[in-house]
C-alpha cells in the first residue's frame, strides 16, 4: 500500500542551528500537507503544497514539494525552543484520506 | 483551539471492558476522522464518516467501531479491551468530504489507558 516515510526519525539540535525533515511518498500526491505536533498536544495544520517544485515560506519555515510530486522537505532555519515538536508530512490516498508520515521528532537545546 | 471537541480527556479501563469516545467536530465540518497514535508512534487513520455515513476505513479492529450521527458528533466505541489498546485517540474534521485536499483540524485527544 501507499506508504509516507519522514527521516531523520529524531533530530537533536542546538537551538540556532537549521533543521531539515523529509518526506518520501511510495506514490504521487496531488498535494502534501504538513502538521506539527507539540509535546502533549494535538497535530496542528501547518501548511499545503499542490504544485510541482512548489515553495512556501511562514518566517524561518520553508516547504517545498518536489519535481515528481513524491517527495517534500520542511527546513527550519535558526531553530528556537518553540520549534520542538513533532512534524509530520501527510499525502492524501485515493481520494479519501490522508496518509500521515512517520514523523520526525524535533528537540531543541538551549 | 481547533474548534473540535473531545471527551472525555483521559480514560483508564480494565482490559475486557468497552468504552466510548466522543467527538464534536468544528462547526459546519461534515467530514470527522478517527486516529489512533500509540506511544512515539505516528497517527494511524481508523475511520471517516461524512455527513452520518461511513466514508473510508483504515487500520481498525473489528473490536471497534464508530458511527456518526444527525448532529455530525461522533462516537467510537473500543470494546473487549487489550493492553495494546492504550494509546491516544483523535478525532479530526474537515469542512467537506475529504478528498485529500482539506485541512483537517484535530481534537486535544482522548488518552486511553487499558489496566
Known amino acids: 500500500g501507499q506508504q509516507v516515510m519522514q527521516i531523520p526519525q529524531y533530530q537533536h539540535v542546538q537551538e540556532g542551528e537549521d533543521f531539515t525533515t523529509y518526506c518520501n511518498s511510495s506514490?504521487?500526491?496531488?498535494?502534501i500537507q504538513w502538521y506539527k505536533q507539540r509535546p502533549g498536544g494535538h497535530p496542528v495544520f501547518l501548511i499545503q503544497l499542490v504544485k510541482s517544485g512548489e515553495v512556501k515560506k511562514q518566517k524561518r519555515l520553508t516547504f517545498q514539494f518536489g519535481e515528481a510530486k513524491k517527495n517534500s522537505s520542511l527546513h527550519i532555519t535558526a531553530t528556537q525552543t518553540t520549534d520542538v515538536g513533532t512534524y509530520f508530512c501527510?499525502?492524501?490516498?485515493?481520494?479519501?484520506?490522508?496518509?500521515f508520515g512517520t514523523g520526525t521528532r524535533l528537540q531543541v537545546f538551549p | 483551539d481547533s474548534g473540535v471537541t473531545q471527551t472525555p480527556k483521559h480514560l483508564i479501563t480494565a482490559t475486557g471492558q468497552r468504552v466510548t469516545l466522543r467527538c464534536s467536530p468544528r462547526s459546519g465540518d461534515l467530514s470527522v476522522y478517527w486516529y489512533q497514535q500509540s506511544l512515539d508512534q505516528g497517527l494511524q487513520f481508523l475511520i471517516q464518516y461524512y455527513n452520518g455515513e461511513e466514508r473510508a476505513k483504515g487500520n481498525i479492529l473489528e473490536r471497534f467501531s464508530a458511527q456518526q450521527f444527525p448532529d455530525l458528533h461522533s462516537e467510537l466505541n473500543l470494546s473487549s479491551l487489550e493492553l495494546g489498546d492504550s494509546a491516544l485517540y483523535f478525532c479530526a474534521s474537515s469542512l467537506q468530504v475529504g478528498t485529500g485536499g482539506e485541512t483537517q483540524y484535530f481534537g486535544p485527544g482522548t488518552r486511553l489507558l487499558v489496566l
Open positions: 501527510a499525502g492524501p490516498r485515493n481520494t479519501d484520506k490522508l496518509i
Open positions: 506514490t504521487t500526491l496531488s498535494n
